[in-house]
């Protein structure tokens, strides 16, 4: 195998083993961006249901005690909580009507078209509501059964996660979702209770499911949040308003049997709303976290690919160098070759002529050209002497 077919498949082996390792460097970091912005677009989507969802537990809270208490109570709140909750299932049909916004992932895609019957049947319920024409038990299912598909949407938000680093935070943010939906049915539930003053049949079984429920969701929650999370939650539920829900959880616990609690079920609905709100605003705490997160992580996955970029426009540069002075190392090695034959052909009186070697650099080949060029003339020189003597 000749000099030159060596050299260029050292350097062709060589270019393509520096391209292919950048190449897939640029194609990772380009997947990982991919990833990122799917997962951006998850946690917004994310923080749109919980927006709706805080909303429609409320609505469902002042539904069961507007039905329990006959009309009698919560007809203001309901009619204002009605309010509050359009406008966050405007925000959510303008987000979803952006396609751009949904992933291509039918169990996603499935949970939304069920939510998205569920809030067309919104209306007929509460006009149901406003009627009577529906119990307790059926509207409280109803808003629980919609909320549930939000859950699930939330819950599918981080198992489609593929950075490991957010999986554990959005698992953690759809742990502590469930625990909060169960503390809005509590404010349901218990508005109801509270209004007819005693716990009806099933009722407080399942109060009691409802409250273990709560805190096993919580306890998951804080056994995978970052300790900010966890600081957080702890610093919002060192709140007075949590007692005085503790309170009169302490009451019905007391009085299951025979009633007559002696709690003012608006009072109850104000007081674990506000409650409610603390855990929405570490709702919003967990949302701005992982948002933060993926943002660092967007920004730190675009300054590796321009760095990989960077690199690989290097390395092309280097690549084109390397050939182009291989090319002219052989172009050298050709010249330097029909150079020595022509002079052999010469001392072998095969011609009768010989020109020196064309001189293109004075590197060690040009050296050596430089060389037998000095022996060319002298030999040449001499011989054509003798060739005049005789």
Known sequence: MSIKRKLIILL??????ILIIIGNNVIEEINEKSELNRAEHLNNLSTVLSKLIHETQ???GASAGYLASKGMKFRDVLTNQKISTNKALQVYKDY???KENLQNDNSLLNEIDFLNNALNELDSIRNKVLSQNISVNGCVKFYTDMNRHILNITSLNAKLSTIPTLIKSLDAYSNFLKSKERAGIERAVMSSTFASNKFANGIFAKWNRL????NSFMESFLSIASEDMKMFYTNEMNSPTV???????NIAMKKSTEGNFGVDPN?????ITKKIN???????????TNQRKIEELISDNIMMLVVNLLIGLFAFVIIIIAFIINKNILRDLGLLENGMTDFFNYLNKKTTNVNTITKNSNDEIGQMIETINQNIFSTKKKLDEDNQIF
């Open 12 to 17: 062709t082996t060589l270019s393509l083993f």
């Open 58 to 60: 409320k609505e469902r």
């Open 96 to 98: 979803i009507n952006n």
């Open 243 to 249: 007692s005085m829900v503790q309170n009169m959880r």
């Open 211 to 214: 409250i273990a429920e709560q």
């Open 278 to 288: 603390l855990l929405k605003k570490v709702d919003d705490y967990i949302y701005k």
């Open 267 to 271: 009072f109850w609905f104000s007081t």
